[in-house]
């Protein structure tokens, strides 16, 4: 025979389920017989005049006596019934309580069915519901555990359930006890259980917490104990400590992870460091992610005033472009810095390439650009704007707008080999005007001249305008074609002047 409830084999004779206490056949009683009634005696009627009321005797009682302590008797009769009753509901929860601290399961279980059969379900399940709870208190109050002895976060787990529980009430709160519990379906039973486990995984989560801070040595180790410390619950004992020992260990956990970064930083990966950094933001609890992001911008704007710190030092040093490289970099590392106006204002100082076909505003067709052409004194020069010259040519004009944002124009004047190649005759020279003021007249140079510095400012000047005056040669090109005289400008920029300090 099996139990309908739960499947578990029966014998022929058991009444209820030793694992789940359902009832599985009813009690056998005998069906109550009515008692035979005795000969009935006629009945004599009785005369009228003899319904008068007694007299009282000496020594005898009152009819109102009676019944005053007919009553009396009731009461004791039923406070008799509530200390046996009473007596019998508590026998039923000591019975109980014996068994569950004896710990064996099977004794536990057929005591449990004992009482039901009984009529004392209530009384069983009363003193399981005591027993977890009065446990519980137990464990939050003694359990301990030594983290020398762990090897890992499975060990200090594996005590719990497998040694400290069993040791400390034997069957009934194990793998299996817990199992036969959920199968009794008592929800206060069931709250207590639960509230048992929590705090059984609480008190694991608190010993992880301090294992990996002790025995932790990595950014890893300590973001681990952080988590675990967030797991103690508020009912816990240890609870005040963990929230203590959470800050520590996430103050561990943020020092590692910078002592990681500074490692990239100081072999030069900065996209590393940022990288690492930006990656620890992404951890679950939310407090966690909060105090990191506030580590993340200290760490950011640090790094980036050590870069904007180098963009000034290059400006004193006259590098214009190493100022704006560095505080480039401050402003990509920490964008809400209060960089970029910094940036704005040393890009002013950097060149600005007048050699540049995007930053001509207006050309005659005589202006051609070249990427480098030598000069006579065989020496090669880059960036050049160059002029082809005729005879009798009218002026051929280049023009900027520098928008008054430039100080000084400089660049390299010279005449290219082929002139001398050719034996070009002519001559060339420029002028170079500032919002239609002539500010500068530069050197006339022929085939034979020498490369020559030419500077000049520009500062408050709105447009440029260069004009290229020259006397064409009269020879011609090997190939029979007239192709002209040239003068060449290499690397012609307008530059900010970069303040002395």
Same mark, same amino acid.
């Given at each position: 025979?099996?139990?309908?409830?739960?499947?578990?084999?029966?014998?022929?004779?058991?009444?209820?389920?030793?694992r789940?206490?359902?009832?599985?056949?009813?009690?056998e009683?005998p069906?109550p017989?009515?008692?035979?009634?005795?000969?009935?005696?006629?009945?004599?009627?009785?005369?009228a005049?003899?319904?008068?009321a007694?007299s009282?005797?000496?020594?005898?009682?009152?009819?109102?006596?009676?019944i005053?302590?007919a009553g009396?008797?009731?009461?004791?009769?039923?406070?008799?019934?509530a200390?046996?009753?009473?007596?019998s509901?508590g026998?039923?929860?000591?019975?109980?309580?014996k068994?569950?601290?004896?710990?064996?399961?099977?004794?536990?279980?057929?005591?449990?069915?004992?009482?039901?059969?009984?009529g004392?379900s209530?009384?069983?399940r009363?003193?399981?519901?005591?027993f977890?709870?009065d446990?519980?208190?137990?464990?939050?109050?003694?359990?301990?555990?030594?983290?020398?002895?762990?090897?890992g976060?499975?060990?200090i787990?594996?005590?719990?359930?497998?040694?400290?529980?069993p040791?400390?009430?034997?069957?009934?709160l194990?793998?299996?006890?817990?199992?036969?519990?959920?199968g009794?379906?008592?929800?206060?039973l069931?709250?207590?259980?639960?509230?048992?486990?929590?705090?059984a995984?609480?008190k694991?989560?608190?010993?992880?917490?301090?294992y990996?801070?002790?025995?932790?040595?990595?950014?890893?180790?300590?973001?681990?104990?952080?988590?675990a410390?967030?797991?103690?619950?508020?009912?816990?004992?240890?609870f005040?400590?963990?929230?203590?020992?959470?800050?520590?260990?996430y103050?561990?956990?943020?020092?590692?992870v910078?002592?990681?970064?500074?490692e990239?930083i100081?072999?030069?990966?900065? #996209?590393g %460091? $940022?990288?690492l950094? +930006?990656?620890?933001?992404? !951890?679950? =609890?939310? /407090?966690?992610?909060? &105090?990191?992001?506030?580590?993340?911008n200290?760490?950011?704007?640090?790094?980036?005033?050590?870069?904007?710190?180098?963009? #000034?030092? %290059? $400006?004193?040093?006259? +590098?214009?472009e190493g100022? !704006?490289? =560095?505080? /480039?970099?401050?402003? &990509?590392?920490?964008?809400?810095?209060?960089?970029?106006?910094?940036?704005?204002?040393?890009?002013?100082?950097?060149?600005? #390439?007048?050699y540049?076909?995007?930053?001509?505003l207006?050309?005659d067709?005589?202006?051609?650009?070249?990427?480098?052409?030598?000069?006579?004194?065989?020496?090669?020069?880059?960036?050049?704007?160059?002029?082809?010259?005729?005879?009798n040519?009218?002026?051929?004009?280049?023009?900027?707008?520098?928008?008054?944002?430039?100080?000084?124009?400089?660049g390299?004047?010279?005449?290219?080999?082929?002139?001398?190649?050719f034996?070009?005759?002519?001559?060339?020279?420029?002028?170079?005007?500032?919002?239609g003021?002539?500010?500068?007249?530069?050197?006339?140079?022929?085939a034979?001249s020498l490369?020559t510095?030419?500077?000049?400012?520009?500062?408050g000047v709105?447009?440029?305008?260069?004009?290229?005056?020259?006397?064409?040669?009269s020879?011609?090109?090997?190939d029979?074609?007239?192709?002209?005289?040239?003068?060449?400008l290499?690397?012609?920029?307008?530059?900010?002047?970069?303040?002395?300090?």
């Open positions: 025979m099996y139990c309908p409830a739960c499947g578990t084999l029966l014998s022929e004779n058991q009444q209820f389920c030793p789940c206490g359902e009832r599985v056949q009813p009690p009683q069906i017989q009515p008692a035979p009634l005795p000969d009935a005696a006629p009945v004599k009627p009785i005369p005049q003899q319904f008068s007694p009282p005797t000496p020594g005898g009682l009152s009819k109102r006596k009676i005053v302590l009396i008797a009731v009461a004791v009769l039923v406070l008799i019934v200390v046996v009753i009473a007596v509901a026998s039923g929860q000591r019975k109980m309580t068994a569950l601290e004896d710990g064996d399961l099977y004794t536990i279980s057929s005591v449990y069915n004992e009482l039901i059969s009984d004392k209530d009384d069983a009363k003193a399981m519901v005591g977890v709870q446990a519980a208190d137990t464990l939050n109050s003694d359990f301990s555990y030594d983290i020398s002895n762990a090897s976060e499975w060990d787990e594996d005590y719990m359930y497998e040694d400290y529980i040791s400390t009430w034997g069957d009934i194990s793998d299996e006890g817990q199992i036969w519990i959920s009794i379906g008592y929800q206060p069931d709250q207590a259980l639960e509230d048992f486990c929590d705090l995984d609480s694991i989560s608190y010993y992880i917490g301090l990996y801070l002790d025995q932790g040595d990595s950014a890893s180790d300590y973001e681990d104990a952080a988590e410390f967030g797991y103690v619950i508020a009912a816990d004992k240890n005040s400590d963990a929230e203590a020992k959470m800050d520590e260990a103050d561990a956990y943020l020092s590692a910078i002592t990681l970064a500074d990239h100081a072999d030069g990966d900065f #996209a %460091a $940022l990288e950094l +930006d990656q620890e933001l992404d !951890v679950d =609890n939310a /407090e966690l992610s909060e &105090q990191m992001q506030t580590k993340l200290e760490t950011r704007k640090s790094y980036a005033d050590q870069y904007a710190q180098k963009a #000034a030092d %290059a $400006l004193k040093s006259g +590098d214009a100022a !704006v490289g =560095n505080m /480039e970099a401050a402003v &990509q590392i920490c964008p809400d810095g209060g960089y970029q106006a910094k940036l704005d204002e040393y890009k002013l100082y950097l060149p600005y #390439a007048l540049d076909q995007n930053n001509i207006q050309s067709t005589g202006i051609e650009l070249f990427d480098s052409a030598k000069a006579v004194n065989q020496e090669e020069y880059t960036n050049i704007v160059a002029v082809c010259y005729t005879e040519a009218d002026p051929i004009p280049v023009s900027y707008m520098l928008n008054g944002n430039y100080d000084t124009v400089t390299t004047f010279f005449s290219p080999k082929e002139n001398a190649t034996h070009r005759t002519g001559s060339v020279y420029f002028e170079a005007y500032g919002d003021k002539l500010l500068f007249t530069s050197p006339t140079i022929s034979e490369p510095d030419i500077q000049f400012s520009v500062t709105q447009k440029l305008e260069i004009r290229f005056i020259g006397s064409g040669s020879v011609r090109g090997v029979a074609i007239w192709t002209g005289d040239y003068g060449m290499s690397n012609l920029i307008a530059q900010k002047n970069i303040p002395q300090t």
